[in-house]
DNA sequence: GCAATACATAAGCATAGACTTATGTGATTC
DNA sequence: GAATCACATAAGTCTATGCTTATGTATTGC
């Protein structure tokens, strides 16, 4: 895992959408893809890829590989970005916001 | 300047040094090329995708563009990343330390 | 144990993207 | 106004990448 594999890995609009639908939950391969028209070799490279950038994790379940987000990535991400903080105006506006979001 | 364009072009190691360069101080285009082993057009180019990813803004002086990075395109990524608040550990932590920076 | 399932890997192809050289364009200098 | 400077744009090349079909490899069910 480089420095910021995870731009490369999230360049592709297909990746991105895999990505957001882990969000919701973990799930297989074979659940992914539904909705994508896509083959399996296909996804298969995709996930390989979001696994290289440290951006999912993967369980072996019998034959069933479980995919998830993999939360390591995405503090990469807001590492690289807090290097840019000081071009950030909406900062306090979004500080108070997650405040207000974790006060419930 | 699409949904999350911003990914594809940071995807790009020398865009990632421009834009990392051009958060020391707003620069032109001859003088950003300084240390890279870029041609002219490689670096028009590379700034072009910059640019049109909503990432650096541009203001024509004379025969010279000076460039600076665009604090919307920071807010962009933040607002991308704020989808994944939940799988971000270390959120806390780093809201205690970014309130601490503010403090001084 | 044999077929089926759930994946990964291999190989090939077609398009996208990063680079080059060549050229165009507007601003400056003399 | 002719040369120069600071860029952008055009066109071509080469490599990376996303896709496909074909095949390999565990695991499961019967």
Redesign the pocket.
């Known amino acids: 895992m480089s420095e910021a594999e995870f731009f ?1 890995a999230l ?2 609009p ?2 991105r959408a895999v990505f957001d639908r882990l969000a919701d939950g973990e799930m ?6 539904q909705g994508f ?13 979001l ?1 290289s950038a440290g951006l999912i994790a ?1 369980q ?7 995919y998830r987000i993999n939360p390591g990535g995405i503090a990469q991400m807001h590492k690289w970005l807090s290097r840019y903080n000081t071009f950030w105006p909406e900062r306090v506006e979004e500080l108070k916001r997650l405040l207000k979001e974790m006060d419930q």
Chains 1, 2 share one sequence.
């Not at 297989?28 to 893809?33: G, S, V």
């Not at 028209?37 to 890829?49: C, E, F, K, N, R």
């Not at 072996?60 to 479980?66: H, P, Q, S």
Request: glycine share 6%; proline share 3%.
């Open positions: 490369k360049a592709d297909t990746r297989n391969a074979t659940e992914l893809r028209q896509l083959s399996q070799p296909a996804m298969s490279q995709h996930l390989g890829v696994r993967e072996k379940l019998g034959r069933n590989v479980l």
